[in-house]
């Protein structure tokens, strides 16, 4: 009788190739292999703009940015042990990078409401996830992301468009793991209203 292989499983081994494929160019990398490196920005270079994007709202400053964090990781390279995802060690630096521009330009420090603790304990995330993925109009999604709080774009890109955890997104944001849940549940609520607003329509039902 032939086992049936489950989407959890399919996803499971393709995060195991990514991971390992990183760490192959990794590895050359570090023996001198610029090309190697130059693989690895191709390969992540769309997300780490992504990122900055969120959190900066300019393009321009959004590429510098992803850029400037691709050369301080290439710099700190070896510093990079491999126990975490490449993916969440870079993100890291993207973030860091943007969010010092930010506050350069604009004086600009994240400062977290005095929220409660979620009184659900816990969020359909997964429904969540399985609710943007099905959504057609990907052009409003971004308006939407665009118009709001940097940390909470931040949060929202990377749990469901770069399928970090809420573990990797404590390590890269620098929050607690129930930070980031209030981020994740604030975030859903304003995106949902964005998007009712930029289309002056209650058909959208997303969250």
Do not use: C
């Not at 023996?31 to 992504?50: R, S």
């Not at 506050?103 to 995330?125: F, H, V, W």
């Amino acid at each position: 009788m032939e086992k049936t292989v489950t989407f959890f499983q399919v996803l499971a081994s393709n995060v195991k190739m990514r991971f390992q494929e990183d760490h192959h160019y990794i590895e050359k990398t570090l023996q001198g292999n610029l090309n190697a490196y130059g693989q690895l920005i191709l390969k992540h270079e769309k997300y780490a703009f992504t990122l900055a994007l969120r959190v900066l709202k300019n393009r321009e400053e959004a590429e510098e940015a992803a850029q400037d964090a691709f050369m301080k990781a290439f710099h700190s390279l070896k510093t990079f042990e491999g126990n975490s995802k490449f993916t969440t060690w870079l993100y890291k630096i993207v973030y860091n990078e943007a969010l010092g521009r930010l506050r350069k330009s604009k004086n600009y420090t994240i400062q977290l409401d005095e929220l409660p603790e979620l009184a659900s304990g816990s969020i359909d995330y997964l429904d969540g996830l399985k609710s943007l993925q099905l959504i057609e109009r990907k052009e409003l999604i971004q308006q939407a992301l665009f118009t709001m709080k940097p940390a909470e774009s931040a949060v929202l890109t990377l749990f469901y468009l770069e399928e970090q955890s809420i573990k990797e997104i404590e390590e890269i944001m620098s929050l607690t793991s129930s930070h980031v849940k209030i981020l994740l549940h604030r975030g859903r609520k304003n995106l949902l209203e964005s998007l009712r607003t930029i289309t002056k329509s209650e058909l959208i039902h997303l969250l």
